[in-house]
């Protein structure tokens, strides 16, 4: 079993920034597992946002998101970090970690075994 908690969520002005956090723990070792965040906004689909490999090395991001967030990872401390810069009100949503079945990156929310409870960003206009 592995447990994900999203922290750093919360309410700021367009254009500015936030940085969440995930703090994994579980019985399945962090640094080989490829981890993801997704947000889901109300009436809308949950959505990829960004995810890395295993290792940190190999990122992708939604094209939605591409220049303003970043995705991070310490291996040492079990986190996951998105850092969202220039954020607008089409960022509002609810953020989730997620933890994949592999050690690659991947994008497919199929392809991921767990999830965290969520943590919201209100984005003011």
């Known amino acids: 079993q592995v447990q994900l908690v999203e922290s750093g969520g919360g309410l700021v002005e367009t254009g500015g920034s936030l940085s969440l956090s995930c703090l994994y723990s579980g019985d399945r070792f962090f640094g080989s597992t490829g981890m993801g965040w997704f947000r889901q906004a109300p009436g809308k689909e949950r959505e990829f946002v960004a995810a890395l490999s295993y290792t940190g090395h190999i990122t992708d991001y939604a094209d939605s998101v591409k220049g303003r967030f970043t995705i991070s990872r310490d291996n040492d401390k079990n986190t996951v970090k998105l850092r969202m810069n220039n954020l607008s009100p089409e960022d509002s949503a609810v953020y989730y970690c997620?933890?994949?079945?592999?050690?690659?990156?991947?994008?497919?929310?199929?392809?991921?075994?767990?999830w965290g409870q969520g943590t919201q960003v209100t984005v003011s206009s």
């Open positions: 997620a933890s994949a079945r592999t050690g690659r990156l991947v994008r497919g929310q199929g392809e991921y075994e767990y």
